[in-house]
């Protein structure tokens, strides 16, 4: 009975060591699972902050475009409505300077009329 009570006690002894060995190694995989999942919890937070970082900045961005556009579109409504007058000036200079040619023309034919009615009388 001693003996196998001895047998028993070593038996005890020895699924104690091995449980102790087990727990050991279990708590160490949990640390490291732990570990990891606090990392990739850290990575994600990270990465959902560089996210809203981008996503802010390409809004801005967007803005910016939508402005320069609006810019862009009145400029060229501007340009358009400076090249129509510019033609419409030019038109009307051209007339002015017709109608001055036309007048000095006429004026000078009066003037060389009168002279030579002068010269006559």
Do not use: P
Not at 62 to 67: E, P, Q, S, Y
């Amino acid at each position: 009975l001693e003996a196998e009570n001895e047998k028993l006690s070593h038996e005890l002894s020895h699924l104690r060591s091995v449980l102790e060995q087990k727990t050991t190694t279990s708590q160490r995989a949990l640390g490291d699972m732990v570990e990891n999942y606090q990392a990739a919890e850290k990575a994600r937070m990270d990465t959902l902050h560089e996210k809203e970082t981008i996503v802010s900045e390409l809004n801005a961005l967007k803005n910016r475009l939508a402005m320069s556009d609006a810019k862009r579109v009145d400029l060229e409504k501007n340009l358009a409505e400076s090249e129509t007058l510019r033609k419409e000036l030019m038109k009307r200079v051209a007339h002015f300077e017709n109608s001055a040619r036309k007048a000095l023309s006429f004026a000078s034919k009066l003037f060389l009329k009168s002279l030579v009615l002068c010269y006559y009388y």
